[in-house]
């Protein structure tokens, strides 16, 4: 199938006389005839459902329709982007193990990794995305468990060389985990160029209607634990909460990760999302195909107006000619990136503060990536506890504006933008 026909099929094929959209399983907990049966599944023996707090079958054909576009072998929901990339690195990396990642990346998952997994007694080291190779070759450890970025960074907008940074994860016996979020299966499928790990927050284009939160995890399924099996004991040597089993034998290369992080981590934290919320992902999901062209169409033509415009002093989108990462862009995402765009105005900062306070389409939200047209100053929100100088080195300066174009009518966003110019 190709993405289109996906969106809407992959995941789930009705039987004669069963529903045509997916079914809410709305239960906590699922009957069975004996006590055997029900063992089998606590043993990891039969698949199936027990109790929803691990795995839901509405959430199940959510993920499978997820890890076919993505063209991974294995996918689970999670309640957020954020739990989604806490059990990517957590289901692989435990206290006294380190991680390489893009430095560059959405400031949610910078804390979670900086602060609270530092806590945790796992160890970060960030290395700048466009970094030479001596550093990056610098940046691994004998402890060092995987490599982690985006591939459009969520808001400095930088493209992720990933065939780059997946061959410096496997000669180092590790793998390469990539956040898709912003370029989405339909820009991107990271796994075709050497990722093993795909997580997304669901909350931005998958869903697209800003109408709930939650991510996914999607397993390539061609990663070796075994052949790198004194790095990953949690794969590759018996778990005594499973009588034994070991996930890289049991589960095989297509398997072992998801299962695993199902079996322990979900059990354990509880991050699923509810099946009513994984129902309207895949309402978002079957029209993807059709909203993230408009999306890039859109962002294309406003990136475009905005560099022309004399109050205008800088743009930043990956899909602009002259743009830092044009030509990488072009690579990974020849059909657009995405609809995130971020400038400043000559004015800077008070400039951007009454610029925005004339806007009339495009609304202020702490969100991107969805239908709806908005806008953020991450210095006077988001950010707002940092000083000017402290802005500047985390590259989001007092007078940075993130825009994500909607899929309105862009005529009426650029006379949005006119008229709050003017
Ligand atoms: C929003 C976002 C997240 C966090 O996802 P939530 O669903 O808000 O928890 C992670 N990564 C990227 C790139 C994001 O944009």
């Known amino acids: 199938m190709e993405r289109e026909t996906m969106c809407i099929q992959a995941g789930y094929s009705p039987k004669n006389g069963e529903s045509r959209m997916i079914p809410i399983i709305q239960s906590t907990t699922f009957k069975y005839d004996t006590s055997e049966d029900m063992g089998k599944l606590f043993d990891l023996e039969a698949s199936g459902y027990f109790y929803t707090r691990l795995q839901n079958p509405t959430n ?13 072998t294995a996918g689970m929901l999670t309640s957020s982007g954020q739990a989604a990339n806490f059990f990517s690195v957590f289901n ?6 380190h991680i390489v990642s ?20 796992i160890e970060f080291t960030f290395v700048d995305p466009d970094c030479s190779d001596e550093e990056l070759e610098k940046a691994f450890r004998p402890n060092t468990k995987a490599v ?42 990271p796994i075709e160029w050497g990722a093993d790990i795909v997580t997304h927050s669901t909350t931005k284009y998958l869903d697209g209607h ?43 290369l297509g398997g072992a990760f998801i299962t695993k992080c199902t079996a322990q981590l979900m059990r354990d934290f509880g991050s699923i999302q509810a099946p009513m919320n994984a129902f309207l ?27 022309g415009h004399d109050k205008v002093a800088w743009v930043t989108y990956p899909g602009l000619p002259g743009d830092k990462y044009y030509e990488r862009a072009k690579k990974y995402m020849p059909n657009g990136t ?26 202020i939200a702490t969100h991107v990536a969805d239908a709806h047209t908005c806008i953020l100053h991450p210095a006077n929100s988001t950010h707002r506890q940092l000083t000017d100088e402290e802005l500047i080195a985390g590259g989001v300066g007092p007078d940075l ?16 933008i006119e008229q709050a110019l003017a």
């Open 102 to 121: 893009a430095s560059t990346i959405y400031g949610g998952t910078f804390n979670l990794f900086n602060v609270t997994m530092r806590k945790m007694g």
């Open 281 to 307: 992902l895949n309402l978002g999901i079957e029209s993807l195909a059709v909203r993230v062209p408009r999306h890039c169409e859109n962002a294309q033509k406003v990136a475009g107006y905005l560099s």
């Open 401 to 416: 504006i993130r825009l994500s174009v909607g899929i309105e009518n862009v005529n009426d966003i650029i006379a949005d």
């Open 338 to 363: 995405c609809g995130v765009i971020s400038f400043g105005l000559k004015g800077g900062r008070s400039a951007a503060e009454a610029f925005m306070k004339k806007l009339k389409v495009a609304m």
């Open 210 to 252: 800003d109408a709930t939160v939650g991510g996914a995890i999607i397993d390539g399924g061609k990663f070796d634990w075994m052949a790198h099996a004194d790095k990953f004991p949690g794969l590759t040597t018996p778990d005594a909460s499973y009588h034994g089993i070991t996930y890289a034998e049991k589960f095989g």
């Open 148 to 189: 982690f970025g985006e591939t459009i960074a969520n808001p400095a907008l930088v493209v992720f060389d990933i065939e780059r940074f997946a061959k410096a994860a496997h000669a180092h016996g590790v793998p390469l985990i990539v956040d898709n979020t912003f370029a989405t299966p339909i820009n991107c499928r």
């Open 60 to 72: 199940d054909m959510v993920a499978a329709k997820l890890a076919a576009l993505e063209g991974g």
């Open 92 to 97: 692989i990396a435990t206290c006294g193990d």
